[in-house]
């Protein structure tokens, strides 16, 4: 009870402050970001974490198990899948962050114009309403399917899935602000619509978009692995998680190595994502927090 | 009511309608000419031709469109580039895998994550509680596939329970049936499973914090009578919202899962496809999925005067 009284007599904490505060109650956020940093690190760092070229071909040393010498085996060429893993850090992580920067960039400006004129709203929600109601997994795969393989095609294919999500989140958000006292004020004493959007709308839609975002970063990296482990995502001779995953499709029974640490390593990227992302909706949004 | 289903179908029709011009327009929206992506790399300006013919690309885009909407509304989704076949038939011969997959993984899921989430919230902030959530964290976080090689290796390989892969048709026989499909199921189903199970959770958790809820335990009622008489019926409508929105899950995970387990679907038909370049399946493929997606979402929608009498339209 006397903890009830003191939250509500404490005053409204700016988002850093709200954002410390959940991330000392939730540990888990922490271990979230730590492993983040390190798999940004091993990505920089690839080079000098005794890789050798994930590219180097070599027939006699084909599919070892794991050893001193490789650590997590070779792959059908004879590549060693231990710097094939490092270095396909490099993919998955650009992948995440890309999409995740871009469909927020692109869903908030579509969204904040359609938010406001009216006219433009109904033609703009039809089509986002269509967008969405292709599974965004096949909405890649169709774009894919029709350009040719390269990381930024990839990029883009999945960022055009994920707008529409990004659209509906700002467009309900600013529809309830424009309904605020001080958006009303604004627009009475005759703010321009951009300097309105800019100052008053923009700011309330930072804290929802971050948590936002760090889920699509997590959808994003999993949507290439698969898009490449069905042969339509990043081309075959870049190391990714994904095609290290899709060479070993065929030689699972004998080479499950091939698919185990890839998958590790991709598996804790995304946990640590979503683990963060909870963690930030936890303290941004603390009416979703008790319940989810 | 009747109105609103009307307007509700009269909806449905316009998204469909945008899907359709959506898939048909990527031909023309994708940079270079998209007959020589098809073609790929090896094939020579005759390849190029053929294709660019095939696929009608040397008319006029309404002309083109209009023919293409006409034939569809004709169920015709055109033919395979590849095998020269009517697209309808491919995906008919793939059909059954595919049903059987996705509806036994819905149902089965269904049965297992609403308990799991109606549990975790009668039991909120316990170790109950934090395995059902620390489950659906781990669910989002694997990919379909590593889950499937997973499972494998565990039952299949190393246990030797199950097989490794393939399908048997219902006609051979129940357990063969099935058999092929636990494995398969079990890997797609889990972070649709993890889904459900969260939002199961969160809306139980409101409904919990209700009145009435209160009213009903101080009269005494057993407390299983009161999650499953009065707080589950009343969480209704966001489970079964979140159960029709993550069929999208489904359709995105059978592609992934017929491939690892070889299971001769429209997952699977899908892949190949996309292997082949081969648009026409690719296109009707997504316009069947979508059109099942939204069907089923408009089902949902009808049925919440189900749950929620006061829901009237």
Not at chain 1, 30 to 44: E, N
Not at chain 2, 39 to 54: L, P
Not at chain 2, 174 to 202: D, E
Request: glycine share 8%; hydrophobic share 55%; charged share 15%.
């Amino acid at each position: 009870m006397t903890q009830a009284v003191l939250a509500v007599q404490r005053p409204v904490s700016p988002t850093w402050q709200r954002l410390r505060d959940a991330f000392r109650r939730h540990p888990t956020a922490i271990v979230g970001v730590v492993v983040l940093v390190a798999m940004v690190l091993i990505a920089l760092l690839s080079p000098w974490l005794g890789t050798v070229d994930p590219q180097a071909i070599s027939p006699i040393q084909r599919l070892k198990q794991p050893s001193m010498e490789h650590w997590f085996g070779t792959d059908t060429l004879g590549r060693d899948v231990y710097s094939r893993v490092l270095y396909g850090s490099r993919i998955s992580l650009t992948v995440g962050i890309a999409v995740a920067t871009l469909s927020i960039a692109i869903g908030l400006a579509i969204g904040l114009v359609t938010g406001f004129v009216r006219w433009l709203d109904a033609v703009v929600m039809r089509v986002m309403d269509g967008l969405m109601s292709i599974p965004s997994v096949l909405l890649a795969i169709a774009l894919m399917a029709l350009t040719r393989a390269s990381v930024g095609n990839v990029i883009l294919a999945i960022t055009l899935a994920e707008v529409p999500r990004v659209v509906r989140l700002v467009r309900s958000l600013v529809l309830s602000l424009r309904e605020q006292p001080y958006v009303e004020a604004a627009i009475a004493s005759g703010t321009r619509l951009p300097l309105i959007l800019l100052r008053h709308i923009l700011p309330n839609t930072v804290a929802p978009l971050l948590v936002q975002g760090t889920y699509i970063c997590a959808s994003a990296m999993i949507t290439e692995a698969i898009l490449s482990f069905i042969g339509a995502g990043t081309p075959p001779n870049i190391p990714s998680w994904g095609n290290i995953m899709a060479e070993a499709r065929s030689l699972f029974q004998i080479a499950g190595y091939l698919i185990l640490f890839p998958g590790l390593f991709l598996s804790v990227t995304v946990l640590a994502v979503n683990l963060l992302g909870d963690g930030m909706r936890d303290a941004l949004d603390p009416r979703l927090a008790r319940r989810m | 009511m009747i109105v609103y289903i009307l307007r509700r179908l009269g909806a449905t029709l316009i998204v469909m309608a945008v899907v359709a011009l959506f898939v048909f327009s990527l031909l023309f929206l994708t940079p270079g000419d998209p007959a020589a992506v098809i073609a790929g790399d090896v094939a020579t300006a005759d390849d190029i031709q053929r294709i660019r013919a095939k696929l009608g690309l040397n008319e006029p885009f309404l002309v083109q469109f209009g023919g293409w909407v006409g034939r569809l509304l004709h169920g015709d989704l055109g033919t395979s580039i590849f095998t020269n076949l009517p697209v309808t038939k491919l995906i008919g011969q793939r059909v059954q895998p595919t049903v059987s997959l996705t509806l036994l993984t819905l149902v089965v899921a269904v049965l297992i994550a609403v308990p799991l989430g109606v549990v975790a919230a009668a039991r909120a902030g316990t170790w109950t509680d934090r395995l059902v959530m620390g489950f659906s964290v781990l669910a989002f976080s694997v990919p379909v596939f590593v889950l499937a090689y997973l499972l494998i290796g565990l039952f299949s390989i190393r246990l030797e329970w199950l097989p490794v892969q393939g399908y048997r048709p219902l006609g051979e026989g129940f357990w063969p049936w099935l058999s092929h499909l636990i494995l398969p199921s079990l890997a797609l189903g889990t972070v649709y499973m993890a889904l459900i199970a969260r939002i199961t959770r969160a809306a139980m958790l409101d409904v919990l914090a209700q009145d009435y809820i209160r009213t009903a335990n101080a009269k005494g009622l057993a407390p299983r009578a009161i999650l499953m008489g009065h707080a589950l019926k009343n969480a209704g409508v966001p489970v079964i919202t979140v159960i029709g929105i993550g069929v999208a899950l489904l359709i995105s995970g059978a592609i992934v899962t017929e491939t690892v387990f070889a299971i001769p679907g429209i997952g699977r038909l899908t892949v190949d496809a996309i292997l082949r370049r081969d648009y026409p399946v690719i296109q009707g493929v997504i316009l069947l999925f979508s059109g099942i997606y939204v069907l089923i979402n408009l089902l949902v929608d009808l049925s919440y005067t189900f749950f929620d009498p006061r829901i009237r339209y």
